[in-house]
């Protein structure tokens, strides 16, 4: 069983930053693939961001591509959003998710566990 647990989030304006982090309760969590997903009120969750174990390989999705940057520390047992130009379209609560896949997965079927999500609210 892995925990997750994200920190980060907050109420900001349109063009600000703001970092997530999210903690793993396991070593062994390092050896997951490691997602970030979003949802919005009335929405799908949607996929933002994933990489690879060994932080190598990275995928994002076309909307945040250019702006958010996720990044993993694999001797903490985390794993970092850094978004960047946020704008009110990317308001949403914010799910990390850990993957058993060997491959990093862009779909929320494919991870098998779930932090309680952070709330990032930007005002225009």
């Known amino acids: 069983q892995v925990q997750l647990a994200e920190s980060g989030g907050g109420l900001v304006q349109a063009g600000d930053s703001l970092r997530l982090s999210c903690a793993a309760s396991r070593r062994t969590s390092s050896q997951y693939v490691k997602g970030w997903f979003r949802q919005a009120p009335g929405k799908e969750r949607e996929f933002v961001a994933a990489?690879?174990?060994?932080?190598?390989?990275?995928y994002y999705a076309d909307s945040v591509k250019g702006r958010f940057t996720i990044s993993r520390d694999n001797a903490k047992n985390t794993v970092y959003l850094q978004m960047n130009s946020l704008g009110p379209e990317d308001s949403a609560f914010y799910y990390c998710?850990?993957?058993?896949?060997?491959?990093?997965?862009?779909?929320?079927?494919?991870?098998?566990?779930w932090g309680q999500g952070t709330q990032v609210t930007v005002s225009s």
């Open positions: 998710a850990a993957s058993s896949s060997l491959l990093v997965r862009t779909t929320s079927t494919e991870y098998n566990y």
């Open positions: 990489i690879s174990w060994s932080g190598t390989t990275t």
